[in-house]
């Protein structure tokens, strides 16, 4: 893996759900608004083994994350949940599992489609999907 660094938005109009997918994940309900949800900044970057991804969403603290891959780090969702995350890479995609302190499970699958950067998850029994710009941050080997 190769040091890179990038930053994104959604696209709001290919990522319907996003807000229903911010709200499931532990963003407080008044900031899951297509509103505030076109105004997050996402700037993932990877050094070696070590990627850091930070989240900027308007009116809340940034939000910054270290991990491996592979690894298991801790999350606490805004509104208090915690999370086990373990991001892998499977097949050139990212496959992020975040299981809640609940047992409950979200599965996101992000790759780079050449037309975007597709994000898929799955849980609470329901499935979100967002699109963001091409990412040189792909999962290659």
Known sequence: MTTGVETFK?????????TDFAFATGTPKEFCTKDVMSKVRFHHSVDGEQFTSKVDIPGM???VFHYKLGVPYDFTAQDGRKFKITTTCEAEKFVEKMVADNGDEIITVREDSGNGFKSVSTGFE?????????????CRY
Do not use: N
Not at 10 to 18: C, L, N, T
Not at 126 to 138: H, I, M, V
């Open 10 to 18: 959604f696209d709001m109009d290919k990522s319907p759900e996003v």
């Open 61 to 63: 603290a940034p939000r």
């Open 126 to 138: 329901s499935k979100w999907s967002s699109r963001l710009p091409d990412s040189g941050l792909a």
